[in-house]
T-cell receptor, first 113, second 115 residues
Framework: KAGVTQTPRYLIKTRGQQVTLSCSPISGHRSVSWYQQTPGQGLQFLFEYFSETQRNKGNFPGRFSGRQFSNSRSEMNVSTLELGDSALYLC????????????FGSGTRLTVV | AQTVTQSQPEMSVQEAETVTLSCTYDTSESDYYLFWYKQPPSRQMILVIRQEAYKQQNATENRFSVNFQKAAKSFSLKISDSQLGDAAMYFCAYRRMEYGNKLVFGAGTILRVKS
């Protein structure tokens, strides 16, 4: 059974550009969550999608957005990149409607220069 | 807002010995989930153990067990017979029970295992 797949694994972008990250959940999982991990702020929740609907959103500026497709794959987009957006972006999927079990991907390391 | 505190930035343990990682949390909820995740250098967060707050019995998964003290809002992780492969960053996390709720993570504890 394939795990949570995040692409790309590494990304280097220039300040002011935009970026799209992709997450393919475990087959059958309908919930996908995104987290940002930085040395200074730790792990912070970005948003969660379930059946193409955003159920919850963290405290991030509107430059951060996401969506989920009918096959449960999810993308997150960051527009007008800032140096502070450099981070590891982790995606997690869950097939448990209670959210009791999350499986994480290996993340996308985004560097903004 | 819920918060999770891991007061030990770094811990060391000798191979084959036992180590306990501390975690406290703050919540006004009565029903919730608690988790310990392991993040090795590969970056993938791996679920180590989980506990439902309404269950009084402490969760156990092979060499990993927790000491869940609901009244004290404490959720420590005990690793027995430590192995080199246990070396990683360990995160304690909290989640409310309602759908769509986020995981709230602590700052993490780096565990080093000495051979």
């Amino acid at each position: 059974k394939a795990g949570v797949t995040q692409t790309p694994r590494y990304l280097i972008k220039t300040r002011g550009q935009q970026v799209t990250l992709s997450c393919s959940p475990i087959s059958g999982h309908r919930s996908v969550s995104w987290y940002q991990q930085t040395p200074g702020q730790g792990l912070q929740f970005l948003f969660e999608y379930f059946s193409e609907t955003q159920r919850n959103k963290g405290n991030f500026p509107g430059r951060f957005s996401g969506r989920q497709f009918s096959n449960s794959r999810s993308e997150m987009n960051v527009s007008t990149l800032e140096l502070g957006d450099s981070a590891l972006y982790l995606c997690a999927s869950s097939g448990d409607p209670r959210g009791y079990g999350y499986t994480f991907g290996s993340g996308t390391r985004l560097t903004v220069v | 807002a819920q918060t999770v505190t891991q007061s030990q930035p770094e811990m060391s343990v000798q191979e084959a010995e036992t180590v306990t990682l501390s975690c406290t949390y703050d919540t006004s909820e009565s029903d919730y989930y608690l988790f310990w995740y392991k993040q090795p250098p590969s970056r993938q967060m791996i679920l180590v153990i989980r506990q439902e707050a309404y269950k009084q019995q402490n969760a156990t998964e092979n060499r990993f067990s927790v000491n869940f003290q609901k009244a004290a809002k404490s959720f420590s992780l005990k690793i027995s017979d430590s192995q080199l492969g246990d070396a990683a960053m360990y995160f304690c996390a909290y989640r409310r029970m309602e759908y769509g709720n986020k995981l709230v993570f602590g700052a993490g504890t780096i565990l080093r295992v000495k051979s």
